[in-house]
């Protein structure tokens, strides 16, 4: 037989206290001025990738010149002066060289279906461009919608052979398509099914003052486009909506790994070792994987898929995944699944399934073989049907050395589970998370403050060592709403993952809260890190099995740009890692030296080398490295290396006793 088997499902939305939580808030309300330009770096701006490199990815914007522009927007100025405005705000805001490009059409003719043209290139950002390009637009013509989205499809650059790039249209309009053919709605569809998973066109679209049928021609677009529609009834909702639209572009996750083609049965599963891997996955697909292990070692297989953020999911929708061992009773070895538990939009989903040598010997799923992964993808039929794009992560830790006693579990949260439990209180210090694991943002012990667009999901790591607990709380800001807005709600969660991106349980902390704008606050933390924890049964205890960096991921809903005024909203974390840290996993091992524990170069693998009695890890991107780095984005190359330096209040936490990390 195989351990005990845990299933992950997210957690429901509760809804919050909201009032109790309103004087803890130290973010506050967002400045007004967030939707107004601002530079990229600034306050309320998240901070762009330092670099970029050619992905085939990019934006560009597809802005309606026709007759109707010319109109007054109800604040005093027409439409396209409105537009102009806003367009200035969104690229004030994308990051430092992503690639973007803007189209227009009904701008050149007083009527013509083809009345389309490209006025800036996808290209490396030249905001003065942009900014001039549409100050000169003079609208006079037809709406070709269908028309300008292929010549739009075209715009974008073509991937060079082995890179990723997020490519993304985003359609601005205030009327329907006046020319019938091509149908936009089938246009977004035909491409929406070209590139795959990784390359697939993103199209969302805003729809300025627009309703019926024009407003559900543009829903149909985003829908068939694996985009999002947004609704923009006046000239700050425009530049609000067009800023998230884009900013979400720009911020996709950033993948890494080696391609891989899993079997779409058990006898083509490909084969992986430790590494990093990416893959793709239909909407109820299963793909194969198969890995050779040996009878000692620990194994972890971490899955990580990423629909396009906020297209339409069901309550049920998710990622299932089964590790077998290849004995004659296909023993099952694990199982474990994660869905989405809302029906607002898509998020990533993560988790993982482990190979855990028995306490005593003797078990099927004991023995050195083969075993097979599988990973299968839930989804409704009137989810969205794109491709997922999916994350692999393969890690081994060895056993611990002959004659090592480790240290016995630890199953209880003592004072840091109590609801009232006592975490930072400093100032906070602002931060951009990361867009998924492999650049979410190192933090330690403090008081950090972020923000979240609709749709989004940030990441950040913390480092735990043996004997250490993580605890922390993720505010939402008091936010405010829309006029008219009043009993729309969202969700606010955070998840927590161990460094071989299980899923730990949710214990007796509260992970998701209905949000509304009013002050909410989800919770999550870990027992603290045992060797032998492995052994127990409780999804919250499983997973803390080993010292190194555990992730955070904290998400906003979709249907909060249904009601936050701002663009984004702000969010703060306190965090805290409690209890002395050991230099190694046996029983009695004496604390880390504070001498030890100081340092931004690499004090962990130093204080893994003083207690010889620690088990080893194999790190797991050694194949994804081998193969080079793909990132999905502006886009660029990078490794990361052990022993790298860190800000020190990150160092300060990551000691871990175990070589080589995850």
């Not at 899993?262 to 430790?274: C, N, S, T």
């Not at 793709?280 to 629909?307: C, Q, R």
């Amino acid at each position: 037989m195989g351990r005990p088997l845990r299933g992950h499902r997210r957690r429901p939305v509760y809804a919050g206290a909201a009032a109790a939580l309103a004087a803890a808030l130290t973010a506050g309300p967002l400045p007004a001025a967030l939707a107004a330009p601002a530079a990229p770096g600034a306050p309320g701006v998240p901070a762009a990738p330092a670099e970029s490199a050619p992905t085939g990815g990019g934006l560009v914007m597809v802005l309606d010149s026709s007759g109707s522009m010319v109109d007054d927007d109800g604040s005093g100025a027409t439409r396209i002066e409105s537009a102009r405005e806003a367009v200035g705000t969104v690229v004030d805001a994308l990051p430092d060289g992503y690639p973007t490009g803007m189209r227009v059409y009904g701008a050149d003719r007083a009527s013509g279906c083809t009345d389309t043209r490209l006025a800036v290139p996808v290209e490396e950002l030249d905001r003065g461009r942009i900014k001039d390009a549409v100050a000169e637009v003079k609208p006079k013509g037809d709406t070709p919608i269908g028309y300008a989205l292929r010549k739009a499809a075209r715009d974008l650059p073509e991937r060079p052979p082995g890179a990723l790039g997020h490519r993304s249209i985003l359609l601005v309009s205030d009327g329907e398509d006046s020319c019938g053919t091509p149908d936009p709605c089938e246009v977004a569809e035909q491409l929406g099914e070209t590139g795959g998973a990784f390359g697939a066109l993103r199209i969302d679209t805003v729809g300025f003052q627009v309703g019926g049928k024009a407003r559900d021609e543009l829903k149909c677009i985003a829908e068939k486009g694996h985009g999002a529609y947004y609704d923009a009834p006046d000239a700050d909702a425009l530049a609000r909506q067009l800023q998230r639209a884009a900013r979400l572009s720009a911020d996709g996750y950033r993948f890494r790994g080696d391609p891989v083609e899993g079997g779409l049965g058990r006898e083509g599963a490909a084969a992986v070792e430790p590494g990093q891997y990416l893959d793709s996955i239909g909407a109820g697909e299963t793909k194969w994987y198969a890995a050779e292990l040996d009878a000692a070692s620990a194994a972890d297989f971490g899955v990580t898929a990423v629909p396009q953020p906020g297209v339409p999911v069901a309550y049920g929708d998710g990622i299932e995944l089964e590790l077998h061992a290849t004995d004659d009773h296909d023993t099952r070895c694990d199982a474990q699944d994660d869905r989405f538990e809302q029906d607002e939009g898509a998020q990533p989903l993560t988790d993982a399934v482990s190979r855990i040598p028995s306490a005593d010997g003797g078990e099927p799923c004991d023995a050195a073989d083969r075993y097979l992964l599988s990973v299968h993808r839930t989804s409704d039929a009137g989810s969205d049907r794109a491709r997922w794009p999916l994350e692999l992560v393969v890690g081994r830790e060895e056993p611990l050395r002959p004659g090592v006693t480790p240290a016995q579990s630890e199953t209880g949260y003592g004072p840091a589970g109590d609801e009232g439990a006592e975490l930072p209180t400093a100032e906070p210090e602002d931060i951009t998370g990361g867009t998924g694991f492999n650049d979410a943002e190192a933090i330690g012990p403090g008081v950090w403050r972020d923000e979240l667009l609709p749709a989004q999901t940030r990441f950040y790591k913390v480092g735990v060592g043996w004997g250490q607990q993580l605890r922390y709380r993720v505010e939402f800001a008091n936010e405010p709403t829309l006029d008219g807005a009043a009993g729309v709600s969202s969700f606010a969660a955070t998840d927590l993952y161990a460094p071989g991106r299980a899923v730990v349980g949710d214990g007796p902390f509260s992970s998701s809260r209905s949000y509304y704008g009013e002050p909410v606050a989800a919770d999550l933390g870990t027992v603290p890190v045992s060797w032998t924890n492995r052994y127990e049964t409780a999804t919250e205890v499983v997973p803390v099995r080993r010292g190194g960096e555990y992730y955070l991921s904290v998400s906003l809903g979709p249907d909060a740009a249904q009601f936050a005024q701002n663009t984004a909203i702000g969010v703060v974390l306190r965090v805290d890692v409690l209890g002395e840290e050991k230099s190694g996993p046996r029983h009695g091992a004496p604390a880390v030296a504070e001498g030890e524990n100081g340092g931004a170069d690499g004090g962990r693998d130093a204080r893994a080398g003083a207690d010889e009695e620690s088990s080893d890890s194999v790190l797991p991107l050694a194949g994804g490295i081998a193969g080079g780095v793909l990132l999905v984005g502006a886009g660029v190359a990078f490794v990361i290396v052990r022993n790298r330096k860190r800000p020190a209040a990150a160092e300060a936490a990551a000691g871990n006793g175990v070589r080589g990390g995850w």
